[in-house]
């Protein structure tokens, strides 16, 4: 039973690890489908976790940490279009300038606005009467049914007591998929990542397109930046995003640009990241494992994994070029 209770804690561990990995992907997913490579999801995330939590303690609310942080970083996939789709810019070289913008600029900020070396205060403070942290969602009955074997620890422990945000990243995943492979929308957005001359041709705009596609890819990188800060820390730190951005291209990739992959890679990522955060102090015999090792053996079996095991990966045709309308 003690077992079967540590394996529990581990999956809890790996949903609250897995989110903003999710959230992420799924926000690459819809830019690459759409034919723009978008290297600047760290710097989103980033940027909305300190626009996210900055409002939230503004206005003592996480909703409007929520919305503030959403559109932040629907602004930085805006300029991201504007530099690689209507100017025709290089679409990495975009997407680090944007990851480099958010590292200086969410610390100076900070550190201008709060004068605590770049973080912003805490989003749960009983003397300033600040509460504007997301609260855990508690299933009915949760408590009570804690201590019958097996079914209490999943429904109390596994499935209940999450942050909103958390229910949230696993619908997002089945609604991708609906939106991208069962409607007319989804339908023209990865033709125009396949096709853009074709797409031109029948009428739709390939350039609308890809707006599009980037503000819902915005919208989802910001999701991933408010669940940081405003739910699992309850403040922002500087480079808090720690290369998730990064992480949930690989997932991407290593799910071959589809929902369900990028999904079970995010889980594989959020999974080693639980099971690391257990090991800490292990022992091998009677010599004491480096944390500085533990912390990065996530990252290590990430990368050993997809390159070992992603086997072949198909990218959308028309993925990192801009689309030149051809001259009547």
């Not at 394996?7 to 034919?35: H, K, N, Q, Y």
Request: include cysteine; glycine fraction near 10%.
């Amino acid at each position: 039973m003690e077992y079967f209770q540590t394996v529990i804690l581990i999956l809890d561990a790996t949903l609250r690890v897995a989110t903003p990995l999710i959230f992420a992907a799924l926000a690459g997913l819809f830019s690459e489908r759409s034919g723009v490579v978008d290297i600047g999801l760290e710097g989103k995330i980033l940027a909305s976790a300190f626009a996210g939590a900055a409002a939230a303690y503004v206005f003592n609310s996480p909703w409007m940490g929520l919305i503030v942080g959403v559109l932040v970083s629907v602004s930085l996939a805006m300029l991201h279009g504007f530099a690689t789709v209507t100017h025709r810019g290089d679409q990495v070289v975009s997407g680090m300038a944007i990851n480099i913008l958010a590292m200086g600029l969410t610390a100076s900020l900070g550190n201008f606005w709060f004068h605590q070396g770049g973080n912003t205060p805490n989003l749960v403070n009983a003397l300033e009467n600040i509460d504007a942290r997301f609260t855990t969602i508690v299933f009915p009955f949760a408590e009570q049914l804690k201590d019958v074997p097996i079914i209490g620890g999943i429904y109390s422990e596994l499935l209940s007591g999450h942050f909103l945000l958390v229910y949230l990243a696993l619908a997002a995943v089945p609604l991708s998929w609906f939106v991208l492979f069962k409607t007319r929308f989804g339908l023209r957005l990865r033709a125009v990542g396949e096709n853009p001359t074709a797409v031109d041709t029948a009428g739709i705009s390939v350039v609308g397109m890809r707006y599009m596609a980037l503000a819902i890819c915005g919208a989802l990188a910001g999701l991933a930046g408010v669940y940081l800060s405003v739910a699992v820390t309850a403040q922002f730190l500087p480079n808090m995003s720690a290369g998730k951005g990064y992480m949930a291209l690989a997932a991407l990739i290593f799910g071959k640009w589809r929902p369900r992959g990028a999904l079970l890679a995010c889980l594989m990522f959020g999974i080693l990241q639980a099971i690391a955060d257990r090991s800490q102090g292990a022992m091998i015999g009677s010599v004491e494992i480096p944390v500085q090792l533990i912390e990065a053996l996530p990252y290590i079996l990430t990368v050993v994994l997809l390159g070992g095991f992603i086997g072949t990966a198909i990218a959308p045709k028309a993925i990192g070029r801009p689309y030149v309308k051809e001259r009547e």
